[in-house]
């Protein structure tokens, strides 16, 4: 399975670099100016759907743009077709193709591809986790001063859904620096490779988390959700870490929360 969800994500990716420019459609989601789609987003999220189809006829699936396709399997592809949709609009290189496998409701494959930087992160549960077939591990950084961050921001942010901006400020001051990226399932990836020490954010879906869910795990990482509770793909209010400083981290969205 994870072979497939590879050879998918990369089918995918390649169609994503190669559409970079050549958008003709935008719409607005939900009625928010921000959340924009294009026919690029639903066009890679047919590719990746037909192929696991073809091999997994009864596997159900939850995807970012056409939701849930549900047989009542134990297996659920949990797919985002083009994670940094704003980026990729504007000709920014930095998005990805995140392709995560459940069974029974547990996580157990994930695979985030960037075609830009030709960065293939794969995990499967109890097998490690590997950016280009080589071996990644969360870093061994203990301190908050001393952390590079990464968070994103909700398309509500106008509205500060969970006194996000308030969050942003707190880390400001006790980080070494933050970053926003505009990917969370790279921002996720990046922590599991040790490019950051940790990553907040106030308002996810599954499609964004799944596959970077076991990537982090697999690397060493800890996922949890604002409290350091145990969290799960559905909980919206994510924080991961090295977990060297997630307390530290934990300490400082509770000064935040409402």
Not at 189 to 216: H, K, M, N, Q
Request: aromatic fraction near 8%; charged fraction near 25%.
């Amino acid at each position: 399975m994870i072979q497939l969800a590879i050879e998918v994500a990369l089918e995918a990716g390649e169609f994503l670099k190669k559409s970079v420019g050549k958008i003709q459609h935008i719409e607005q989601k939900y009625g928010q100016e921000r959340n924009l789609v294009t026919e690029i987003d639903r066009e890679s999220e047919q590719i990746i759907i037909r192929r696991i189809k073809k091999r997994y006829p009864d596997h159900d699936f939850l995807a970012e743009e056409s939701g849930s396709h549900e047989k009542k399997s134990d297996y659920r592809w949990v797919i985002d077709p083009l994670d940094g949709t704003l980026n990729f609009m504007h000709g920014m290189p930095i998005f990805c193709v995140s392709i995560g496998l459940e069974v029974k409701g547990e996580p157990v494959l994930g695979v985030v591809y960037d075609p830009n930087l030709n960065e293939l992160f794969t995990a499967e549960q109890g097998k490690g986790a590997f950016l280009n077939k080589k071996p990644i591990r969360v870093s061994s950084t203990s301190t908050l001063i001393e952390s590079m961050l990464v968070t994103g921001f909700p398309y509500t942010i106008r509205e500060n859904p969970d006194n996000a901006v308030q969050h942003f400020v707190n880390f400001l001051m006790e980080a070494q620096a933050v970053r926003r990226l505009g990917s969370a399932a790279l921002d996720i990836c990046y922590v599991a490779a040790g490019r950051f020490d940790g990553f907040w954010e106030v308002s996810l879906s599954p499609w964004d988390v799944t596959a970077g869910f076991v990537i982090v795990r697999e690397a060493g990482g800890t996922y949890t959700d604002f409290h350091g509770h145990p969290s799960t793909i559905s909980t919206k209010r994510v924080l991961v870490s090295n977990g060297l400083i997630h307390e530290a981290m934990v300490e400082v969205l509770r000064r935040g929360l409402p």
